[in-house]
């Protein structure tokens, strides 16, 4: 037999699944957080700030391919001949000459500028707009197979807010790695940034990469846009790779700290979505929804169905960012479920502010009660949310409490709240706010139909879709349209592995990988014709409170 190990890393930890090559069984999983993030170092959500120190990233690596494989039968670890990375994006980190990330060095290891940048730090709100006001103006509009808006989640605006805020970075800055790509490097002993293999993934679909206009923006351009990223480019790379190219083989030092061979192939990383949608088997027609904390949606087109199509509002179309030879579609919603999150905190504060503090019970008694009811809040405003008709949901709600990703990238816009009176509840006021992500989910949809391309099926992957039958249904009955549940519970870590498969040269394409390896779905959700008639009216709603948010009060 040969096993194959796909590695997901995703906001707040990573996992690592064990998975057959040949049948694609899961033999064995381990999920670990990140100890330093969660320890909430480094990040200051009031100014969204969320920085990773490329430290944790090792230390899970480590504890979670050794206990994965520690589950699995004897003789795993000698079977293995692939490994692969997933990983959120666009998370870059400044690197020194040798390609190590600024923060693995003594004098940078606690400035979280040195940090690899998360996806959902917004702290670059203000060079976003300075680069969509540039391209604009310039010969070329290196953002037009962004989107046509590009965003503070992104690469370049990254970089350059980085540069600005921090002297010392910028002065033992000399190139950029995303995180998709520092992983590989690093167990197979890539060190000098200009050996890198680079995402065409990552670089497409943020850096605003592109093989017609020779890779990356022009130096012209980004010195126009300041100084500080004047020698970047030639710094950075010109070629890119899709993630079923082999890097090399783990080092004999990464084979030891592993538990496993020098003959593991190491494939090409990308980003957790892009993987996903492969692990959920994607193909032209169906749309995968990677739903967690915030959601993906990922689309693979044929060269003739895209032709010359250029889609607005997006996340980039990019040849070959998701399955070789085909155009990858990206979009998503900068928030879904953080929004639940944030409901959760708010109705539990006096659990942990107020409860936390009583005398009257012993204190475990006082922490199992408080852990209880904070794991059932979410559950219990389920199933009352559930039982009201949609005719009698009269709270609405935009999902933008991140910003707004797609359509059109917007991360100065709030979330608002509106229709509440003395009546309103809890169970309400969450039914709208799950009513408004799949609002927010619709407005995507509708966006990709208007410009041509077809949509055949939804695909949902993630916990919530496995986890929450209402959001799930709720979200299946606002767009009109079935949803499936992809069976593989770690799809992301799933479609990572499919891409070890085939650069291990157990497959020739990811195609034959998915036919071998897919799961298949666990269910399929079917839209309530009235539900789906009344959300058509209400989703009008929406749109003018969007509106109304977006000219009136955030402009």
């Not at 359509?407 to 009546?423: C, E, H, R, Y």
């Amino acid at each position: 037999m040969k096993y194959v190990i796909g590695l997901d890393y995703g906001s707040d930890s990573a996992r690592a699944v064990v998975v057959n090559a040949e049948t694609g069984a899961e033999m064995a999983s381990t999920v670990k957080y990140y100890p330093r993030w969660m320890e909430g170092k480094y990040c200051i959500p009031t100014a969204n700030q969320y920085r990773q120190h490329p430290q944790d990233y090792i230390d899970v690596l480590e504890y979670t391919v050794k206990d994965a494989i520690s589950k699995c039968p004897a003789g795993t670890a000698k079977n293995v001949v692939g490994i692969a990375f997933d990983t959120t994006g666009s998370t870059p980190a400044f690197t020194n000459k040798n390609g190590v990330p600024l923060a693995m060095t003594p004098e940078f290891a606690e400035n979280p500028n040195a940090m690899f940048v998360l996806w959902k730090d917004h702290t670059a709100i203000k060079e976003a707009n300075e680069i969509n006001e540039l391209a604009g103006k310039w010969s070329t509009d290196y953002t037009s197979y962004e989107g046509g808006i590009y965003s503070s989640e992104w690469f370049w605006a990254k970089a350059l807010h980085v540069l600005r805020a921090d002297e010392t970075v910028r002065e033992a800055a000399y190139s950029i790695v995303e995180h998709c790509d520092w992983m590989p490097a690093l167990i197979t002993g890539t060190e000098s940034p200009a050996n890198m293999y680079r995402s065409r993934c990552a670089s497409g679909h943020k850096a605003m990469w592109l093989e017609q206009w020779g890779g990356l923006p022009s130096e012209e351009f980004l010195v126009a846009l300041d100084p500080v990223l004047a020698g970047y480019r030639d710094r950075l790379y010109t070629e890119t790779c899709a993630s079923d190219t082999k890097v090399g083989n783990l080092t004999e030092e990464w084979a030891v700290r592993l538990g496993l061979t020098t003959n593991v192939a190491v494939a090409v990383g990308a980003f957790d979505a892009h993987t996903g949608a492969v692990g959920a088997e994607v193909k032209p027609g169906a749309l995968v929804r990677i739903i967690g904390t915030s959601t993906c949606d990922i689309m693979v087109s044929s060269y003739e169905e895209m032709g010359d199509k250029l889609i607005p509002g997006i996340c980039g179309q990019v040849d070959g960012s998701v399955i070789p030879g085909m155009i990858g579609l990206e979009a998503g919603q900068s928030a879904f479920g953080d929004i639940y999150a944030w409901f959760k905190r708010v109705v539990a504060w006096p659990i942990e502010n107020i409860l936390a503090k009583t005398t009257l019970v012993d204190e475990a008694t006082k922490q199992k009660l408080i852990d209880e009811t904070l794991d059932q809040i979410i559950p219990a405003l389920s199933i009352e949310a559930a039982k009201v008709p949609v005719s009698e949901s009269t709270i609405l709600a935009t999902d933008w409490m991140n910003g707004r990703r797609t359509p059109d990238a917007n991360q100065m816009v709030k979330g608002t709240i509106t229709g509440l009176n003395l009546g309103s509840s809890a169970p309400l006021m969450f039914r709208a706010l799950v009513e408004a992500t799949a609002y927010g989910s619709k407005a995507i949809v509708d966006r990709f139909i208007e410009n041509g391309v077809e949509i055949k099926e939804i695909i949902g992957i993630g916990g919530i879709s496995l986890k929450s039958p209402f959001v799930m249904q709720t979200l299946s009955d606002v767009l009109d349209m079935p949803i499936k549940v992809a069976k593989a519970e770690q799809a992301c870590a799933f479609g990572t592995a499919m891409f070890a498969a085939v650069a291990a040269g157990v497959y020739a394409k990811v195609q034959d990988a998915q036919d071998a390896m897919g799961l298949g779905f666990a269910k399929e959700f079917y839209p309530n014709a009235e539900n789906a008639s009344l959300y058509q009216e209400l989703y009008k709603n929406y749109v003018k409170l969007g509106q109304f948010t977006e000219q009136e009060l955030f402009s």
